[in-house]
């Protein structure tokens, strides 16, 4: 049986000698600004839990009733007998909330893109896409067979010249990160949907990094940017601020219609089970009634962005609380992220191939709920790690 995986051991042990092959870190403890890890007590800076809603007590209250009245899940996929009313009602929710008529919920952020993209993509259309958009747009383009043309990242000149190569097609579509994960810059939404507009063609934003984040009470790109009603298609994620699991669309009915019938991740899937999908709906309230815990999230960002910059870390075209320290070599990023997890931060090393070769990075992701005294012993941390592996 062993040998017929011989071929990919061998890949393995060669990423072993590159060092850069990383084993699966099982946490012992809830998520927070502190978690741990190997029996050790360390600050988290690795996690997508922007607002600290994984540990909410409305989100967790939310959960435990749900399993208390309608169990542990739902037995069944949507279109035949796994629709509750509370999937209905959080959609409804979801809609309002991103100022959309519909909003169709799927099982994660990645299958969202992945059946949105393969669904309503043929042979006769044309997609354009950012060269740094996620894997999980990358891999709903190549299930289509659709024409793809990719422009250069947030360049607009390179996306104009895409959509001058593009006329003829029944449905030219422009899809982007709203904010780019791995560099925590936000897409230059504005004039993309200028140039959609001028040339006709349709805008999908992938607000993954944005939800819970940016617009007002967190609503994404599209709202932060004054665009509402102005985007085709948004993309969002139940899995990181608002701290539960998920993906959803957000559009119009005609596309959620279409999509219930043609999502094939949507057909395929069993439906989340009601202590997720009440979760989410808690969380949306919390969105709406806690807009504290943004205003929190960038006092935070702010103040651990400028401590890296005043120690001489290169951040990138960071504007978020994405904020990679970009040191090239990839061995390097991995053991200066061993070291800072020595003295007591955890900040996972980023390389290839979810980076670009010569781009490796510790990307650090700040949250609501970290102290201030947190972040500044976090800072600390990478002083003297910096340091001893000579990055500063």
């Not at 993954?208 to 994404?220: I, M």
Request: charged share 25%.
């Amino acid at each position: 049986m062993k040998e017929a995986f011989q071929y990919l051991q061998e890949e393995l042990d060669q990423m072993k000698e590159n060092q850069t092959f990383r084993p699966l870190i099982p946490l012992a403890s809830k998520q927070g600004s502190r978690v741990k890890i190997k029996g050790k007590d360390v600050i988290q800076l690795s996690s997508n839990n922007y607002l600290g809603l994984t540990d909410h007590p409305r989100l967790k209250q939310a959960a435990i009733e749900a399993i208390e009245k309608f169990g542990a899940g739902t037995g069944s996929v949507r279109t035949i007998a796994g629709t509750m009313d509370m999937h209905n009602a959080l959609e409804e929710k979801l809609a309002d909330f991103k100022h959309t008529e519909a909003a169709l919920v799927f099982q994660s952020g990645f299958t969202t893109n992945q059946g949105v993209l393969s669904a309503i993509l043929a042979e006769q259309d044309v997609v354009i896409s950012d060269e740094l958009n996620h894997a999980s747009i990358i891999d709903g383009i190549r299930l289509t067979k659709a024409d793809r043309k990719i422009y250069k990242h947030s360049d607009m000149d390179s996306l104009e010249a895409a959509l001058k190569e593009s006329d003829g097609y029944r449905a030219r579509l422009i899809v982007t990160d709203g904010v780019f994960s791995m560099d925590g810059d936000i897409a230059k939404l504005p004039e993309i949907v200028e140039l959609a507009e001028k040339y006709n063609a349709m805008v999908m934003v992938d607000d993954a990094h944005a939800s819970g984040v940016l617009g007002k009470n967190g609503r994404g790109t599209v709202n932060h940017f004054g665009l509402d009603g102005r985007v085709h298609i948004q993309v969002g994620t139940l899995s990181k601020a608002i701290g539960v699991l998920g993906g959803y669309v957000a559009s119009t009915n005609t596309l959620r219609d279409y999509l219930i019938h043609k999502g094939r991740p949507f057909l395929f899937s069993t439906s989340h089970p009601p202590a997720v999908t009440a979760a989410c709906s808690a969380a949306i309230d919390v969105l709406l009634e806690e807009p504290e815990l943004i205003v929190k999230l960038w006092d935070n960002t702010a103040f651990f962005k400028n401590g890296l910059k005043a120690l001489g870390f290169n951040t990138g075209k960071s504007e978020t609380p994405i904020t990679p320290v970009i040191i090239g070599d990839e061995a390097k990023a991995l053991a200066f992220s061993d070291k800072l997890f020595e003295y007591g931060v955890f900040a996972q090393g980023i390389v290839y191939p979810t980076v670009p070769k010569g781009t490796a990075r510790v990307r650090t992701i700040v949250t609501a709920q970290h102290t201030q005294d947190e972040l500044q012993e976090a800072l600390n941390a990478f002083e003297k790690a910096g340091k001893e592996i000579g990055i500063i």
